[in-house]
């Protein structure tokens, strides 16, 4: 599958292509001794929270500006699932990141987590978690969630209707008590 990758038409086999060409080490060379590189960085480096973070966004990111911009509308679904579980991926993480960031494969962990969330088949880790988790959870509780959320947002409007008028009826107070000192 690899191989298949590497002489595919795509960015990163134009890239090693283009390496190739000018060291003289075959593609597969390039992207292994990559691959191995970034996974040592990933357990050894300093920042390796950053890269591991950079990966589960950037290619998604532009992915999915791809997707919105083309006419097809599953792969918004398919783009739309992967940014749902990596926000419950990330909610979770911040709870759990002073545990778990010890542990010396921690950031290679949760890269190959997001790849395998992000990866172009169909049964990547969005579509499962998606499906066997995230779903069920949603179609349990949503009824609760839209009352809160409605509930919130008529709160929020009277309050924000409460304060404009105060703010106007202080502004119109402070106007007549400007205009009795001139």
């Not at 500006?65 to 006419?71: G, H, L, M, P």
Request: aromatic share 18%; net charge positive.
């Amino acid at each position: 599958r690899l191989q298949n990758f590497l002489n595919g038409d795509n960015f990163v086999s134009r890239l090693l292509g283009k390496a190739e060409a000018k060291t003289g080490i075959k593609k597969y060379y390039l992207a292994t001794g990559s691959i191995c590189s970034l996974g040592l960085y990933l357990i050894f480096g300093y920042g390796a929270s950053l890269v591991c973070n950079l990966i589960g966004f950037v290619y998604p990111a532009y992915i999915s500006i791809k997707a919105i911009e083309s006419q097809d509308k599953k792969d918004d679904t398919i783009w739309l699932t992967y940014w749902v579980v990596y926000g419950v991926f990330s909610v979770v993480e911040f709870f759990s990141d002073i545990l778990f960031f010890w542990f010396p494969f921690y950031y290679l962990g949760k890269c190959c987590f997001l790849v395998w969330c992000m990866a172009p088949f169909s049964w990547n880790g969005s579509q499962i978690l998606y499906e066997r988790f995230i779903r069920p959870f949603f179609l349990k509780h949503h009824r609760t969630v839209d009352s809160v959320v409605s509930d919130l947002g008529g709160q929020a409007l009277n309050t924000a209707e409460s304060v404009t008028r105060g703010a106007i009826k202080g502004a119109v107070t402070q106007s007549l008590e400007n205009e009795k000192l001139k």
